[in-house]
């Protein structure tokens, strides 16, 4: 059983950073691939970017590619989405999510355990 609580999210305005945590509870959340999702409003949820257990390969979205960071401290069992150059656009609540297979790292259908999300809005 592994449990996932997101913090960081907030206000920021156009161009600014946030930074994104996920701590999670559970001796089994280092054999897991960690991702975040995010979901606008009115919009489905999104795959933004993924970390692999145990090589910490990375994956993300093309919308996010060269602004956003994935990256995990497994003996805090921490997962941190750095966010950079934030547009207006990226408004979303974000999830944290653990997931076993690697192939299905994009998709919401593929995740074990999720978070409740921290709401981020970028203002223009």
């Known amino acids: 059983q592994v449990q996932l609580v997101e913090s960081g999210g907030g206000l920021v305005q156009a161009g600014g950073s946030l930074r994104l945590s996920c701590a999670a509870s559970?001796?089994?959340?280092?054999?897991?691939?960690m991702v975040w999702f995010r979901q606008a409003p009115g919009k489905e949820r999104e795959f933004v970017a993924a970390?692999?257990?145990?090589?910490?390969?990375?994956n993300y979205a093309d919308s996010v590619k060269g602004r956003f960071t994935i990256s995990r401290d497994n003996a805090k069992n921490m997962v941190i989405l750095q966010m950079n150059s934030l547009r207006p656009e990226d408004t979303a609540v974000y999830y944290c999510?653990?997931?076993?297979?690697?192939?299905?790292?994009?998709?919401?259908?593929?995740?074990?355990?999720w978070g409740k999300g921290t709401l981020v809005t970028v203002s223009s």
């Open positions: 999510a653990a997931g076993k297979i690697w192939s299905n790292i994009v998709s919401t259908i593929g995740m074990d355990y």
């Open positions: 559970g001796r089994a959340f280092s054999s897991y691939h």
């Open positions: 970390i692999a257990w145990p090589t910490s390969a990375t």
